[in-house]
């Protein structure tokens, strides 16, 4: 008896990495944001069905995403344009403050400074996409993260994307805490942390057919 002929893999978009049938390429807003956006995914977030991380990338013209475990520090800070070798950028992570742990100690970050937030095209904002239990394994396995300036998130509402379980009221989906971050980075330009809202809804729309109305909010 001949063997049976593998399964056939299912075509996936080239932009958005998603199987075909499944392409959220729709729901993407051009997002313009002096603060570029550095993205730094752990590996089994990148074709996670459930992950905004990826959208985010396309709405975001001055953005980057990385994937893998470990990152060169050098990445953090090298320059991306002409513009960036003249006016260095300032990286800041998008994380919340860490409870001390005995076990794990982490270094207390630096104060982000004052006068950094009055450039906001300055400002290089890395943000780790995982879950919590990755993100905080990207955080201890990178000295250069935790050297960086930290921005937590206020004044943000809920998290919408019911359809991924956030463990505490803070956490949101990678795409949500970008945009409560422009708001905070960059407020003289609303329309970048619009776009993504906007961006936020088209995805729900457009997943909605799949999921069980229990999990989803309204849209």
Known sequence: MLPADPPARRPRCALCLRPASACICAA???????????ILMHPLEQHHAKGTARLAHLC?????LLVGETFAPELL??????ADQ?????ALLLYPATPHEPSHPLPQPPELPAAWLAEPARLRLVVLDGTWRHSRQM????????ALPR?????????????RKAHAPRQRST???IEG????????????????????????????PRWPAAMLREI
Do not use: F, K
């Open 181 to 208: 971050a422009l708001r905070q980075l960059d407020p003289a330009n609303a329309g970048a942390a619009d776009a993504l809202g906007e961006a936020m809804h088209a995805l729900m729309t457009l997943q909605a």
């Open 139 to 146: 955080l201890r396995a990178h000295p250069a993260l935790q």
């Open 60 to 64: 975001l013209p001055h953005s980057r």
């Open 28 to 38: 993407a807003r051009c997002a313009h944001s002096a603060v570029q956006v550095l």
């Open 86 to 90: 003249a006016a260095p950028r300032r």
């Open 175 to 177: 795409l949500e805490a």
């Open 77 to 82: 800070t090298q320059p991306w344009s002409d």
């Open 151 to 163: 921005l937590a998130l206020h004044g943000a509402p809920p998290s919408r994307y019911a359809i």
